[in-house]
């Protein structure tokens, strides 16, 4: 099963919302992934957990705060967006962290609407 | 520069005829070499996964890549109408985690 699930689908919010986006995979992988995809463009890193622990934030705004409460569970948590941030937000997983174990799987997304 | 290049497309193309999709990059550090298909606000679909220099096949896809040229390729034979989608080339470094770098995707088109 090479599956990663998303949900929401899909998320409507205003600058002044707290919400979260959630991400499973069941594949024992130890590393995951948020990416963020505008329109017509590819996905853009955001932040990387390996073991559970955050290793890699690429500059993201605060507004922005990951969580990786176990092996098969990511989160994201939303705070005072701005409409720049509409996008589809993607969670991948990979066995682990280099080399052939950087074998990424997407989830199919939550399309994040920033009213 | 960008690190990786690929046409947007895009590329419009028969039923059952052989696409060819391109990517070229300028980091010689790159070993592993990835294309992703992606429907339309669906989230990427890894097709191919190869290390270093030579071709993979699978099924109607073959990736091949050419570390000399700094050149990769995916070619789908018997196009279908449902290989319609934006295909993304993807590649990393060797040394311990390393980020994807995407292409900015091809868009391709099958008609019936």
């Known amino acids: 099963d090479t599956e990663v699930t998303q949900t929401p689908k899909h998320l409507v919010m205003g600058m002044t919302n707290k919400k979260s986006l959630k991400c499973e995979q069941h594949m024992g992988h130890r590393a995951m992934y948020w990416y963020k995809q505008k329109a017509k463009k590819p996905p853009e890193l955001m932040f990387v957990?390996?073991?559970?622990?955050?290793?890699i934030n690429e500059s993201v705004p605060s507004r922005f705060s990951p969580e990786c409460p176990n092996s098969s569970l990511l989160n994201l948590h939303l705070h005072a967006l701005q409409p720049e941030d509409s996008a589809l937000y993607l969670c991948?997983?990979?066995?682990?962290?280099?080399?052939?174990?950087?074998?990424?799987?997407f989830g199919p997304g939550t399309r994040l609407t920033v009213l | 520069q960008k690190e990786v290049e690929q046409d947007p497309g895009p590329l419009s193309v028969p039923e059952g005829a052989i696409v060819s999709l391109n990517c070229t990059y300028s980091n010689s550090a790159f070993q592993y070499f990835m294309w992703y298909r992606q429907y339309s606000r669906k989230g990427p679909e890894l097709l191919m996964y190869?290390?270093?220099?030579g071709n993979k096949e699978d099924g109607r896809f073959t990736a091949q890549v050419d570390k000399s040229s700094k050149y990769i390729s995916l070619f789908i034979r018997d196009s279908q109408p449902s290989d319609s989608a934006t295909y993304l080339c993807?590649?990393?470094?060797?040394?311990?985690?390393?980020?994807?770098?995407f292409g900015t995707g091809t868009r391709l088109l099958v008609s019936p």
């Open positions: 993807a590649m990393s470094r060797n040394t311990g985690f390393q980020k994807l770098v």
């Open positions: 957990y390996s073991y559970e622990k955050l290793s």
């Open positions: 190869t290390y270093s220099s």
């Open positions: 991948a997983s990979s066995q682990g962290s280099g080399g052939l174990n950087n074998e990424q799987f």
